[in-house]
Nanobody
Framework: EVQLVESGGGLVQAGGSLRLSCTTS????????IGWFRQAPGKEREGVAS????????YYADSVKGRFTISSDISKNTAYLQMNSLKPEDTAIYFC???????????????????WGQGTQVTVSS
């Protein structure tokens, strides 16, 4: 059974940092792409960052470039999202997702992913 579990969310002041984790099981992690998405109240889910574990390529939404960093630890079957310089507009539920084959330029589209975690809340206060 494929499972993705997000953790590391919480409440942080603007300018602060958080690191989210996406712990996975049930599939060959090294063969998959992992995407991080977020959904704010009343808004559609949007892609934030992705990483292709096959070659380490990463891809970011313009809104988070230079502030967020996605990474993977293949030995732990876990992906991370380091979030720095957080802003109130980063407040959302953050989800990770997995898919075996995703074109890099489409890797921030939620429709490209079959497997999803339950999400973790990130709240940034001003």
């Amino acid at each position: 059974e494929v499972q993705l579990v997000e953790s590391g969310g919480g409440l942080v002041q603007a300018g602060g940092s958080l690191r989210l984790s996406c712990t996975t099981s049930g599939f060959r992690f090294s063969d998959y792409a992992i995407g991080w998405f977020r959904q704010a109240p009343g808004k559609e889910r949007e892609g934030v960052a992705s990483i292709h574990n096959t070659d380490g390529r990463t891809y970011y939404a313009d809104s988070v470039k230079g502030r967020f960093t996605i990474s993977s630890d293949i030995s732990k079957n876990t992906a991370y999202l380091q979030m720095n310089s957080l802003k109130p507009e980063d407040t959302a539920i953050y989800f990770c997702a997995a898919e075996i084959s995703v074109v890099v330029t489409k890797s921030l589209l939620q429709g490209m992913y079959d497997y999803w975690g339950q999400g973790t809340q990130v709240t940034v206060s001003s």
